[in-house]
């Protein structure tokens, strides 16, 4: 499925897709699954996308080793495509 979605994307706009936007609100895990609770204003950062593609590209051509926090990454950059302006 998940090589289907990126494929029905390249389909659509080719090998480069660009964002607009950069930064995003990152919400903790605490917070981001506490359905019951809205987030205090004081839980809300910054995350910047730019940032998130360039780890991975520094972590890939280093031959760093990928661990489960590069599926955060890989997933915020997957949401800016997801809801990227048609």
Same mark, same amino acid.
């Given at each position: 499925m998940f090589n289907e979605a990126l494929d029905n994307l *390249? *389909? =659509?706009v080719g090998d480069v %897709? *660009? #964002?607009e936007e950069d930064f995003f609100w990152s919400i903790p895990r605490e917070a981001r699954y506490d359905p019951y609770r809205a987030p205090a204003t004081e839980q809300l950062t910054l995350g910047q #996308? +730019?940032?998130s593609w360039n780890t #991975?590209? =520094?972590m890939h @051509? +280093?031959?760093e080793h990928m661990n489960e926090h590069t599926l955060v990454? %890989? @997933?915020e950059l997957l949401q800016a495509l997801g809801l990227r302006p048609r």
């Amino acid at each position: 499925m998940f090589n289907e979605a990126l494929d029905n994307l *390249e *389909e =659509r706009v080719g090998d480069v %897709v *660009e #964002l607009e936007e950069d930064f995003f609100w990152s919400i903790p895990r605490e917070a981001r699954y506490d359905p019951y609770r809205a987030p205090a204003t004081e839980q809300l950062t910054l995350g910047q #996308l +730019t940032s998130s593609w360039n780890t #991975l590209k =520094r972590m890939h @051509a +280093t031959g760093e080793h990928m661990n489960e926090h590069t599926l955060v990454w %890989v @997933a915020e950059l997957l949401q800016a495509l997801g809801l990227r302006p048609r």
